[in-house]
């Protein structure tokens, strides 16, 4: 696994020790019920690190945390703990909330395994352009030619920000059906960004 969740070690909160001497169950509560996010968020950094396929369910659950900082640990707790978690992560990007989508989507792409790749192509066709965007990202890490088609529509996106990750994904995937969709989406494209970096990909 390439992504460890030590290098994304959160500022400690003063109950520090007092939570690392917690058990599993006692560590989900604290995450689920803790009044203070940065309590919250060393409990799921502690979760991640301990790599223990049952913290699975309730990281996924903080993905919605109404805190950032909680759900950015939660993301990085599921991508430590790996492939056991795609599964689950591929059922939260079914999830009402747009946050809990954005975040799984983040989480199977910094996981990095050919199993991710059929969710984050569902997810290039979320209504949420936050969602399609993190998708586009994780399929770039991911190189997977299946991708190709559905990022080829993405060139037409009305987020800006979501047709220049669908153009960064499709310049690592390369091939000639990329060239000829990148050379044609140029004709139209008005964004200087995305134009620059539709030319850099055919160079």
């Known amino acids: 696994m390439r992504?460890?969740?030590?290098?994304?070690?959160?500022?400690?909160?003063?109950?520090?020790?007092?939570?690392?001497?917690?058990?599993?169950?006692?560590?989900?509560?604290?995450?689920?019920?803790?009044?203070?996010?940065?309590?919250?968020?060393?409990?799921?950094y502690?979760?991640?690190?301990?790599?223990?396929?049952?913290?699975?369910?309730?990281?996924?659950?903080a993905l919605a945390d109404f805190d950032k900082s909680v759900r950015e640990q939660a993301t990085l707790a599921l991508s430590?703990?790996?492939?056991?978690a795609i599964e689950p992560l591929a059922e939260a990007m079914k999830e009402p909330q747009w946050e809990t989508r954005y975040r799984a989507a983040e989480a199977l792409g910094k996981i990095a395994d050919e199993k991710a790749v059929q969710p984050l192509?569902?997810?290039?066709?979320?209504?949420?352009?936050?969602?399609?965007?993190?998708?586009?990202?994780?399929?770039?890490?991911?190189?997977?030619?299946?991708?190709?088609?559905?990022?080829?529509?993405?060139?037409?996106?009305?987020?800006?920000?979501?047709?220049?990750?669908?153009?960064h994904a499709l310049g690592v995937l390369g091939g000639k059906k990329v060239k000829a969709s990148l050379n044609k989406a140029l004709e139209s494209e008005q964004d200087e960004k995305v134009r620059a970096a539709m030319t850099a990909a055919l160079q």
């Open 3 to 44: 992504y460890m969740v030590d290098a994304n070690i959160p500022k400690k909160p003063e109950c520090a020790e007092e939570l690392e001497k917690q058990g599993l169950s006692e560590l989900v509560k604290t995450l689920h019920e803790h009044t203070d996010p940065q309590v919250r968020q060393y409990a799921a």
């Open 121 to 167: 192509i569902q997810g290039l066709k979320d209504n949420r352009d936050h969602v399609r965007y993190m998708a586009a990202k994780g399929l770039q890490d991911l190189g997977d030619s299946d991708a190709v088609d559905p990022l080829i529509v993405l060139l037409k996106d009305e987020n800006v920000y979501v047709r220049l990750m669908a153009v």
């Open 46 to 61: 502690l979760l991640g690190k301990a790599k223990n396929p049952r913290a699975i369910q309730p990281l996924i659950e």
């Open 80 to 84: 430590a703990i790996g492939k056991a």
